[in-house]
């Protein structure tokens, strides 16, 4: 069974520009969490989808946002780049949320994203 | 307020030395406890879980943790250290009432291996 995927790896961006990230969960998972990863904050949730709906966000400015597909496949997009964006945002999917009977969330390898 | 905390920032241990990595959490009630491991350029990955239950729980790569409610504790240990266990170690929570979708993370602890 082929793991979570992310898309693309590496990208580097400037200041004010847009991006956006792709994450392809196992098959059969209906959830997709994003998290961002920095060295001085650690790991931060931002939110999750179950179904193509956004069932739970963190704490995280508007310009963060996110959506999922029928096959649920997941996006992020962040507007308006900062310095401060310049993370490792990784993606988890589970099968219906990480308290689920399954309990587990698998992890991608994560976007390694870099703001100029 | 509501976290989880893990103490150590850095642990070394001795190849083939024990090991044991602390994790606290505050919380009213007891949260859903898990501990992965991350690698160098990796995800996350999954070393175990407590729910309810057995108290003492057994995850992979001989890896296991004991939940006490008293000392508000899951922490992780492994009898033999091995040269490839070095990586970041996080503790994480599912906080009760968040609606099972969110894991609150630990800063983490970076376990070196000394030969």
């Known amino acids: 069974k082929a793991g979570v995927t992310q898309t693309p790896r590496y990208l580097i961006k400037t200041r004010g520009q847009q991006v956006t990230l792709s994450c392809s969960p196992i098959s059969g998972h209906r959830s997709v969490s994003w998290y961002q990863q920095t060295p001085g904050q650690g790991l931060q949730f931002l939110f999750e989808y179950f179904s193509e709906t956004q069932r739970n966000k963190g704490n995280f400015p508007g310009r963060f946002s996110g959506r999922q597909f029928s096959n649920s496949r997941s996006e992020m997009n962040v507007s308006t780049l900062e310095l401060g964006d310049s993370a490792l945002y990784l993606c988890?999917?589970?099968?219906?949320?990480?308290?689920?009977?399954?309990?587990?969330?698998?992890f991608g390898p994560g976007t390694r994203l870099t703001v100029l | 307020a509501q976290s989880v905390t893990q103490p150590d920032i850095h642990i070394t241990v001795s190849e083939g030395a024990s090991l044991e990595l602390r994790c606290n959490y505050s919380?009213?009630?007891?949260?859903?406890l898990f501990w992965y491991v991350q690698s160098p350029g990796q995800g996350l990955q999954l070393l175990l879980k407590y729910f309810s239950g057995d108290t003492l729980v057994q995850g992979i790569k001989g890896f296991e943790a004991e939940f006490k409610r008293s000392q508000s504790s899951f922490n992780l240990r492994k009898p033999s250290v091995h040269w490839s266990d070095a990586a970041e170690y996080f503790c994480?929570?599912?906080?009760?009432?968040?609606?099972?979708?969110?894991?609150?993370f630990g800063k983490g602890t970076m376990l070196l291996v000394s030969p």
């Open positions: 988890a999917s589970s099968l219906s949320g990480v308290g689920g009977s399954k309990g587990e969330q698998f």
């Open positions: 919380y009213g009630a007891t949260p859903y």
């Open positions: 994480a929570v599912v906080p009760p009432g968040s609606g099972y979708s969110t894991l609150t």
